[in-house]
């Protein structure tokens, strides 16, 4: 398999985070710890062969853009570099110090052209920025030249603390605010103005199998977003969306009925979550009831090598 939904953390960074108030990040306990050699242990235990990482929330911008600026190269130049000292096992998604444009900018340029990254990691919302805010079109805009791949991971929303009732927002908070990021980049445009951005959302979609016709129904009714061009449900089915998580018996299926199975890829979600968690999500995986004509590892594995083309030649 093909883990495009992978992450790594470093002491350093771990370090930086909690200097600015990050102690329990997303309202977990804590931070994982990280290696490549146990993260190489886990993908030969489960038969992945390739883990593209990135860092999760709560990224790398924790206030200061000059900090920021710093600690994204940091960690950028940090996975690079594992990603060769371990020829075809790991890829990298790249980190930008959003809400940062200009610091954004230079940082995806470094990473895609210097340092070889093979996409670059977002946050759904960036000091409470959704993806569909003006001030980030600029990013849009050189991105959809390049034609990136733009993975998006879910963070907490602004107004946790009210909303989360004191419990990890990766259990609810997460799912939902991939889905207000999604409805974001549809209902501002972004999706039709920059068609060559290859987006790709985790967690089998959020609760988007559920809510794009009700998306659709505002939009046609009520006016919200661009009247004319491709339904909701039509932009919707341009994402690519990875299985972290819990993705059976239920969630899988939802999302394949509403999207289909072309873009959908494998993602783990190591090392945040821990070892064990990622042995039982891959055992639901092998156990499901397999697609027609193949198996969930193959299918993902072949949409993984139409998006990142290098996975191929591993």
């Given at each position: 398999m093909i883990d495009v939904h992978a992450h790594f953390v470093t002491p350093r960074y771990v370090e930086r985070a909690r200097a600015a108030g990050f102690l329990q990040p997303d309202g977990m306990?804590?931070?994982?710890?990280?290696?490549?050699?146990?993260?190489?242990?886990?993908?030969?235990?489960?038969?992945?062969?390739t883990s593209v990482l990135s860092v999760s929330s709560p990224g790398t911008h924790f206030g200061d853009d000059g900090a920021a600026r710093a600690l994204t190269r940091e960690v950028n130049e940090f996975a690079a570099d594992v990603v060769r000292d371990h020829p075809g096992r790991f890829g990298h998604f790249a980190s930008v110090p959003l809400p940062d444009v200009d610091g954004a900018l230079t940082e995806a340029a470094y990473a895609l052209d210097v340092l070889g990254?093979?996409?670059?990691?977002?946050?759904?919302?960036?000091?409470?920025?959704?993806?569909?805010?003006?001030?980030?079109?600029?990013?849009?805009?050189?991105?959809?030249?390049?034609?990136?791949?733009?993975?998006?991971?879910?963070?907490?929303?602004?107004?946790?603390?009210?909303?989360?009732l004191g419990r990890p927002r990766p259990m609810l908070e997460f799912l939902f605010?991939?889905?207000?990021?999604?409805?974001?980049?549809?209902?501002?445009?972004?999706?039709?103005?920059?068609?060559?951005?290859?987006?790709?959302?985790?967690?089998?979609g959020g609760t988007l199998p559920l809510l794009a016709d009700r998306m659709e129904l505002f939009r046609t009714v009520f006016g919200i977003g661009a009247a004319d061009g491709p339904t909701v449900q039509d932009q919707l089915r341009t994402f690519w969306f990875d299985m972290a998580g819990s993705p059976f018996p239920?969630?899988?299926?939802?999302?394949?009925?509403?999207?289909?199975?072309?873009?959908?890829?494998?993602?783990?979600?190591?090392?945040?979550?821990?070892?064990?968690?990622?042995?039982?999500?891959?055992?639901?995986?092998?156990a499901a009831p397999q697609p027609e004509a193949g198996t969930w590892r193959a299918l993902t594995t072949r949409n993984a090598a139409r998006l990142l083309p290098w996975t191929a030649q591993g």
């Open positions: 306990r804590g931070y994982p710890e990280w290696s490549p050699a146990q993260h190489l242990e886990l993908m030969d235990a489960t038969g992945i062969r990254a093979h996409g670059l990691a977002l946050e759904t919302n960036a000091a409470g920025a959704y993806l569909g805010d003006a001030r980030f079109e600029p990013l849009w805009q050189e991105l959809d030249r390049r034609g990136a791949v733009v993975f998006v991971h879910p963070t907490s929303p602004p107004c946790h603390e009210k909303v989360a605010d991939s889905t207000r990021a999604a409805s974001d980049l549809v209902l501002s445009g972004v999706l039709q103005r920059r068609p060559r951005i290859q987006w790709v959302f985790t967690h089998g239920h969630q899988i299926p939802a999302l394949t009925r509403s999207f289909g199975y072309d873009r959908l890829l494998y993602g783990s979600d190591y090392c945040w979550t821990p070892a064990a968690g990622t042995l039982a999500q891959v055992a639901s995986v092998d």
